[in-house]
């Protein structure tokens, strides 16, 4: 089925360490976005994409590196981690701008930092 | 800058009960809105959306209106279900590229 693939689906790292959440759209949208969200506080933009070669810092960049070669894939990049990285990270993606369109968002990473 | 308020949860409710879940925004244009919904151990679905003033957005029995005068969203579903149970996100998304702005979701339990 079309959509959007995150993974992996759960990873526990220790502190200091690096790694890469995957996430893949098969739709051809343009546009893609890096979430992550804490109990109680709603989803908070980390980095955003507008088009391959682009991107952009949301709300809560720091910690986190993003790059977008391909349309298909979005990967985050975490080169330290840090317990404050301790949450649920969604991908989303979008066809274009503007105010149709909603987002098509993953299944989420869950990710510990210990 | 641009928010969204939702009403606190968690909101507990009897199976067949009236819902209301309160959504304000905050914009610095003409946004559109969605309803959003979480169910456990999944990503966000899209449930509803209206694009301009008065207009309805309504899904699977919930429905919201846009109305720009109290620049609210509220979500409501008559008569809610036990598979209603999930958390209930209210969005907005301004014009051109920005991207969505979420509220910190609403957790909506639904008892038999």
């Known amino acids: 089925n079309a959509g959007v693939t995150q993974t992996p689906k759960f990873r526990i790292l220790k502190i200091g360490q690096s790694m890469t959440l995957q996430c893949t759209q098969d739709m051809n949208h343009n546009y893609m976005y890096w979430y992550r969200q804490d109990p109680g506080m709603g989803l908070k933009l980390i980095y955003y994409?507008?088009?391959?070669?682009?991107?952009d810092k949301g709300e809560v960049p720091n910690g986190y590196n993003v790059s977008r070669s391909t349309t298909e894939d979005f990967p985050l990049r975490l080169e330290l981690a840090a317990p404050s990285q301790t949450s649920v990270y969604f991908c989303?993606?979008?066809?274009?701008?503007?105010?149709?369109?909603?987002?098509?968002f993953g299944s989420g990473t869950r990710l510990t930092v210990v | 800058g641009n928010s969204v308020t939702q009403m606190e949860g968690p909101v507990t409710l009897s199976e067949e009960a009236f819902l209301t879940i309160n959504c304000t925004y905050t914009?610095?244009?003409?946004?559109?809105l969605f309803w959003y919904v979480q169910y456990p151990g999944e990503g966000l679905q899209l449930l509803l959306k209206?694009?301009?003033?008065?207009d309805k957005g309504s899904n699977k029995g919930f429905e919201a209106t846009y109305r720009k005068e109290t620049t609210s969203f509220h979500l409501e579903k008559g008569s809610v279900q036990v598979s209603d149970s999930a958390v209930y996100f209210c969005a907005l998304r301004d014009s051109g590229n920005t991207p969505l702005v979420f509220g910190k979701g609403t957790r909506l339990s639904v008892i038999a």
């Open positions: 914009a610095t244009g003409y946004p559109s």
């Open positions: 209206a694009t301009k003033a008065d």
């Open positions: 989303a993606s979008s066809h274009q701008p503007g105010g149709n369109y909603g987002y098509t």
């Open positions: 994409s507008v088009g391959a070669g682009i991107t």
